[in-house]
């Protein structure tokens, strides 16, 4: 194949590598024509470059929808974006560098490379306890989707729910390749196989014998020339890989295999398990742990005499529509309202949250005051975007210099700051934070706006991840605020954006009355996040 | 102290954000720096992903009296080459020196680039509305060429082809543009 220049062959080959769909022959072709034509080379370069230039600059589509009614508008809306992959990964380099030089930090809470509705995910990491890995290149969070691929667990228990419905505790060091919701292959380790009947078929493939459920409980352990199966509870299926016949065991019975010889037919052993069994009760005991260890925190950081609300949502009496703020500050703003919603389970199982759902769902309340700097920072579990704007907190309407902190539909975190009304606002926003990947799961949030500094910076998960130059000079104040929702309060009331309920739930919400350093962001996000790291472990 | 070693002691925290804000202000340009080479989008964030990893990991030896883009640049480079090496199809395209003359003589060419370039906000809004839904969709979006497909009811060829026709149609105007702000100059 040749290619000619100027020619249409030119500019299929042009597109195709642009979109890498080129063929071998179409590549090299243009490898030729390149390297022996300047002219060529130079168009080569220019349309790559008009081509990278559309892709990086989100900015050439922004000023859409200036005309709208309400200032959010103005930010771009990506519905189906994918989310951004750079900064997790940054995010991630982070924690492995830092691993490496023995500081302990907080693993980040956010994914990298998945690709939200299109995840190829198998399973999920349901549970972690003294997690140490092995991992090179990305270590499983808590709560995460986990797609094919090898899990290298260096000592510690995790909990793997396939979906399928099968539940496997692995213990390290052990080595496990994730196949597919019914399928792992484990090269070294122990794991206990908890297989619903919905999951009945799940394998376990060693190097020694593939062990097919039949609807069980049963035990792996894989060692270097010797693989021990044992069942208890039910009965499985397994067979050396070399094709002997296939052969049942019954609950209460173990199988050995190794070296030439057939399997050797051993009473099961619990005992042996034990430490996997016991995975319930350890992640309890962590989770207690760390509710406390939080509850510490959370009485000294009411001391602070910035702090102008602190919800913890601890409170005991349910039906109490009060939400107290713990903050001990004199001037403080007084208790919240709540308006429906629902009392669930927050970071700990024994830790409360309020779950916002419907679209009247929300927390009122009213801060008096006018202030330089402002921090906001709240723990949720985002359930879901359905809004184009969704509010975790709102002042009323556009009052000027008031604030309004919002998720947008693309997961992207906003701060809109308004200067003298509608027209006139600043709205600051971070990169994509939240994909699919991220509901359901407990993320910090913060926003700081430094009017001294002239900055707002955001942060998920105590790590940057967007920041703005402040170009509005006043003072700042929130007064009558809701905090999940948005009185739109004189607004035209049939514009759809103008419907901004959270899809979530809250479980801590603090609002500072000065511009927090990154590192104290950072130290809040750490005191508060809801299990010990999978990535890497505390040193206690 | 001297002020290295100062650096070393730094926090780690600090260090980190110091990065971050390097990185992010730099990142775009990385990404074309990249593209140069690998133009395929998912590709080339693939690239540029492994670069901000082995940015920080080196993160120690860069001199902050250096400019931070073009250091990262190095970087980006190695990575793009170790990436090409894997993928025979990419090596085809670019061997035989092709690679680093790309990078080369784009950098001669970006004054000339931005120039034009300046016009493309201008030349985005005078597309048709069918037309500009679609590029939106591909690059900023970013949803693939089979979902666009699937919005717009046309087959997947016919977006294929539809986004190549865009691409000359701005190719054409901000060149156009620039063309005739010579001629005015």
Redesign the interface.
Known sequence: MKIDFPSREFDEAVAAVCHGLGSSEQMRALNELLRANAAARDEYLFRAELHSRLASEPDLFARENESKVTPENILPLRSARRPRRVTWALALAACIALLATGWWVAQVSLSSGRKGATSKAVAMLDRVVDAEWNQRDEAPRLGAPLEPGWLRLKSGLVQIVFYSGARVVLEGPAELQLISPDEAVCLSGRLVAEVPPQAKGFRVRTPLMNVTDLGTVFGVEVKQRQTELHVFKGSVEFQSPAGAAKQSLLEGRGAIAGGANAPRLIPANPAGFASLFDLQNKSSEAEVLRHEQWRAASGRLDEDPSLLVHFDFEQTDLTDWRLPNTSKRKDAAPDATIVGCQWTEGRWPDKRALEFRGVSDRVRLSVPGEYESLTLAAWVRVQGLDRQFNSLFMSDGFEAGTLHWLIRKDGVLGLTVINSGPGDVQIVASLSVLALDEFGVWAHLAVVLDGDGKRVTHYVNGVLVGEKTLKINRLFRIGATELGNWNASGAPDNDPSLIRNFSGAMDEFCLFSRALSAEEIHALFSVGKPQPDPLIQTRN | MSPDSERRCE????A??R???L??RS??EI??YV??LV????????I???T??AL??KFNAYDPAQPFTPWACRFALNKARQWIERR???Q???????AE??AQ??EE?KPE?ER??AR??GC?GKLPGEQREL??GY?????G?E?LAGESGRTVEAT?KM??RI??T??SC?ETAARQEEATA
């Not at chain 2, 926090?11 to 600090?14: E, K, M, R, S």
């Open positions: 926090d780690p925290n600090a980190q954000q990065f971050l804000s990185f992010l990142e775009r990404f074309r593209a140069v133009p395929n989008v998912a590709d080339a964030e693939d540029v992903q492994q901000a990893l920080w990991e025979q199809r990419w085809a395209l670019l061997d035989k020196g092709l003359e790309l003589r784009r060419l680039f034009r370039l493309l906000d985005l590029i939106e690059y900023y979006r970013r949803a060429i979902a294929y986004l190549q691409r000359h701005l190719q901000v």
